[in-house]
């Protein structure tokens, strides 16, 4: 990294204080950032915040993947080597991954964005072609927000964007997953031996079974057919693979809803920051504290 990064650092507490909070916990990642080192004393190893939390609470990765790394040996504390996830860190330690020292905690963020077509979900595409990130407003881009889950290049809609690690974690795990509900316009009529094939649960062509999928069906212009789609489960372009499978043409396929989330009336290329209602019904909806 160039130029000095200051040392991400954490706040200490007496052991005789009430049981933290979450929020406490975030606020002690925050405020440390000014804490002088000399503020902690390395003899209480019980103060401080575990090595895990801090990464993630700098917006890097989830607390399960800050484990992978730490156990992988890529992290390192004042320049010593440490693989022990339950290290926990005082005011003035120095966290660096993979000789990168991290920045100090961020404030969590969540953004909601209208993907527009012909775009990635990623960061950066190797390929060159146009992220997901290009449409960030300006004033959240010194953030280190990341896309949620991913829409394939020729869909569009709701994408969720947020440097909240443990949510994201979550989010994209099997055990957590939220029903994600899409509109596909189908050139001309859908029949309902389809329709029916869908809702008892199909098995694609590559043998993958899937679970039924809610369905409705409604014309739309010129002849052309509206779905909607409630999926149960997360597979690869899975909505894709079924209506080629049953000799469907899709025409334009839109995520409107993700759990809680709904993508309401905002335009392609489009972006909001999530209520504070909408954050606590999400992090709730897969367990999580609803306040951070």
Not at 98 to 127: F, G, M, S
Not at 226 to 236: A, D, F, K, S, T
């Amino acid at each position: 990294m160039s130029g000095k990064s200051r040392p991400h650092t954490v706040s200490t507490r007496r052991p005789s204080q009430a049981p933290r909070t979450h929020a406490a916990d975030r606020a002690d990642v925050r405020r440390a950032a000014s804490a002088p080192p000399e503020s902690a004393t390395r003899d209480n190893v019980t103060n401080g915040v575990r090595l895990n939390k801090a990464i993630a609470a700098t917006g890097l990765c989830s607390r399960r993947k800050a484990d992978e790394l730490i156990l992988a040996g890529q992290v390192r504390i004042n320049g010593t080597l440490e693989e022990n996830p339950a290290r926990r860190v005082l005011p003035g330690d120095c966290i660096a991954v993979n000789d990168r020292e991290l920045a100090a905690a961020q404030e969590y963020y969540y953004l909601l964005l209208h993907k527009p077509v012909q775009t990635v979900c990623t960061v950066n595409d190797p390929e060159g072609r146009p992220t997901v990130m290009a449409y960030l407003p300006p004033e959240v881009r010194h953030l280190r927000l990341y896309p949620v889950g991913r829409l394939d290049y020729f869909s569009e809609g709701l994408l969720l964007l947020t440097n909240d690690g443990e949510l994201a974690q979550r989010l994209t795990h099997p055990r957590h997953h939220q029903p994600k509900t899409y509109e596909v316009l189908i050139r001309g009529s859908v029949p309902e031996t389809a329709l029916a094939a869908m809702r008892r649960g199909m098995r694609l062509d590559e043998g993958q079974a899937l679970l039924p999928v809610d369905v409705e069906a409604k014309t739309a212009e010129n002849g052309n057919t509206l779905l909607r789609m409630v999926l149960h489960q997360g597979v690869n372009r899975q909505i894709r693979r079924m209506c080629r499978d049953l000799g469907l043409t899709i025409l334009r396929l839109r995520r409107v809803a993700q759990g809680p989330l709904a993508l309401g009336n905002l335009k392609p290329g489009a972006a909001r920051a999530l209520t504070t209602g909408e954050v606590a019904d999400l992090r709730q909806s897969v367990g999580l504290p609803s306040q951070v």
